[in-house]
């Protein structure tokens, strides 16, 4: 990576493009242009509920995630972080494919079922959180991640893990949040809910497909979060509908790993 001073199109060094938020990793390559924030092509009608960004002062906002678009990579980082989202679908395809299967066998009320896994991999998923979480902060007025650098950027190590190149300290990464006995219905879009102390944006709560998500940028553990029991990345949610005397079967599961 990086030593590559050859002039771009747009007769700029190579090393920062100006506006790109993953400058720091030294390899920046091609104009800057506008994207979506959040690519439409996971949520073709889908909109995000935000609150707590600067675009969203005044309370939980909803827009369609067609409208919310920024200059925010240059188009090799951009292109680079586009595989994350190819992960996400799949993941969102586990998701629903975990549901149906749940709802089809729900209405069979066998007693026995042959247990079906469906995975995800915990480590794309958890950096397509932080890129999202990046690209719908970038530009204001909160410094991304722990530090004093300038407000509206992610610290160099965050770039770098978002792009693959770093992994997370300790217990810094992706939890999942559950109260109990909560029932996952599957919803389209998404949620976001920015946790800041100070200047510092340090944690996000999402809302995905109905499934809700912490991503802490802090080494600490957290174990609970606002009334939500939180897991440290590898989950196993068990599926299991009631059979004909009201008794809750095993019928399948879904995991998430991170190996
Ligand atoms: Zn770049």
Redesign the pocket.
């Known amino acids: 990576m990086g030593g590559d001073s050859t002039p771009n199109q747009d007769g700029q060094a190579g090393q920062t ?1 100006k506006g ?1 938020w ?2 720091s ?1 030294g390899d ?2 091609g104009k800057i242009s506008r994207e979506h924030l959040v690519s439409q092509a996971l949520f073709p009608d889908g909109n995000i509920t935000v609150s707590g960004l600067h675009w969203c002062k005044d309370g939980p906002k909803t827009v369609g995630l067609a409208s919310l678009t920024g200059k925010i ?2 188009r ?2 951009n292109s680079e972080l586009s595989q994350l989202d190819t992960a996400v679908k799949q993941a969102f395809e586990s998701f629903d494919a975990s549901m149906q299967l749940f709802q089809v066998r729900s209405k069979l009320k066998s007693r026995r079922w042959t247990i079906k896994t469906f995975t995800i991999d915990g480590k794309l998923l958890e950096r397509w959180f932080l890129k999202t979480l990046i690209n719908l902060s970038h530009d204001g007025p909160r410094i991304i991640g722990e530090g004093s650098h300038p407000a509206g950027l992610p610290n160099d190590e965050l770039v770098k893990i978002a792009f693959g190149r770093a992994a997370f300290r300790e217990k810094a990464g992706l939890y999942t949040a559950a109260h109990d006995g909560e029932q996952v219905t599957l919803r389209q879009g998404l949620s976001l809910t920015p946790k800041t102390i100070g200047d510092n944006l340090l944690a996000g709560m999402f809302s995905l497909c109905g499934y809700r998500f912490f991503l802490s940028l802090l080494p600490e553990t957290f174990k609970e979060h606002q009334g939500s029991h939180l897991m440290y990345r590898d989950v196993h949610h068990w599926y299991a509908p009631r059979d004909d005397k009201g008794r809750p079967v095993r019928s399948h599961r879904l995991d998430i790993t991170w190996r």
């Open positions: 493009v790109c993953a400058a990793l920046c390559e990579l240059c090799k980082h």
